[in-house]
């Protein structure tokens, strides 16, 4: 009032205000949403530094844990920052035990029993390794003949493991399932680049 007095106008300053404190309250909400959902993932044990997470499109380790984002590395080396507001679905795969599938393409003509042989061979030798054996949480199993593919017939082995620990064991498991179709004789169906 006085400064109307005065003679000064103060709506449009009044107006900017209210503009601006709309403009701050919509700041601050996408801030206490980032702040309680890092609170919410901390709480709830969802993810840790260390911990190998998908979230969208992106997986990588987690390198740092904060209430407003986390810092995600991914196997390219490319760092992202996630705002913990904008994770609404995430995948751990460090939690618990994980398992990895290794799928083994063979020309079809091949007789399925002697394939399943060599593949239960493979799975038993793997298991004996004192070396894989310690990496696994139970024997490979053989899941046999899983489907048809492009003039393939595809076997399968599933490895289960500690979480996020299948890879070396897929190689190992590819690498034997190669080596002992080939010493039978059976040539696996590699993949050709185009």
Same mark, same amino acid.
């Given at each position: +009032?006085?400064?109307? &007095?005065?003679?000064?106008?103060? +709506?449009? =300053?009044?107006?900017? =205000?209210?503009?601006?404190?709309?403009?701050?309250? @919509?700041?601050?909400?996408?801030?206490?949403?980032?702040?309680?959902?890092?609170? @919410?993932? +901390?709480?709830?044990?969802?993810?840790?530094?260390?911990?190998?997470? *998908?979230?969208?499109?992106?997986?990588?380790? /987690?390198?740092?844990?904060?209430? $407003?984002?986390?810092?995600? $590395?991914? *196997?390219?080396?490319?760092?992202?920052?996630?705002?913990?507001?904008? !994770?609404?679905?995430?995948?751990?795969?460090?939690?618990?035990?994980?398992?990895?599938?290794?799928?083994?393409? /063979?020309?079809?003509?091949?007789?399925?029993?002697?394939?399943?042989?060599?593949?239960?061979? /493979?799975?038993? *030798?793997?298991?004996? *390794? #004192?070396?894989?054996?310690?990496? +696994?949480?139970?024997?490979?199993?053989?899941?046999?003949? &899983?489907? @048809? #593919?492009?003039?393939? =017939? !595809?076997?399968?082995?599933?490895?289960?493991?500690?979480?996020?620990?299948?890879?070396?064991? #897929? $190689?190992?498991? $590819? &690498?034997? =399932? /190669?080596?002992?179709?080939?010493?039978?004789? !059976?040539?696996?169906?590699?993949?050709?680049?185009?």
């Amino acid at each position: +009032m006085i400064l109307q &007095t005065l003679g000064l106008n103060i +709506m449009p =300053a009044l107006a900017s =205000a209210g503009i601006g404190g709309i403009a701050l309250g @919509f700041g601050a909400q996408s801030l206490v949403k980032d702040v309680i959902s890092g609170i @919410f993932l +901390m709480l709830e044990d969802q993810l840790g530094v260390g911990d190998y997470i *998908d979230v969208g499109e992106i997986s990588g380790t /987690v390198l740092s844990l904060a209430l $407003r984002a986390t810092r995600i $590395r991914d *196997d390219s080396g490319e760092i992202w920052y996630i705002r913990n507001g904008e !994770i609404v679905t995430l995948g751990n795969r460090t939690q618990g035990w994980s398992s990895g599938t290794v799928e083994i393409p /063979v020309n079809p003509n091949e007789n399925p029993q002697t394939i399943l042989g060599l593949l239960v061979g /493979v799975a038993k *030798d793997l298991d004996e *390794d #004192e070396q894989w054996h310690e990496q +696994m949480l139970e024997p490979p199993t053989v899941l046999g003949l &899983t489907r @048809f #593919e492009a003039g393939q =017939a !595809i076997y399968a082995v599933v490895v289960k493991c500690p979480g996020n620990k299948q890879w070396a064991l #897929e $190689r190992e498991v $590819r &690498t034997r =399932a /190669v080596s002992a179709l080939q010493a039978a004789g !059976i040539k696996a169906i590699l993949p050709t680049l185009a």
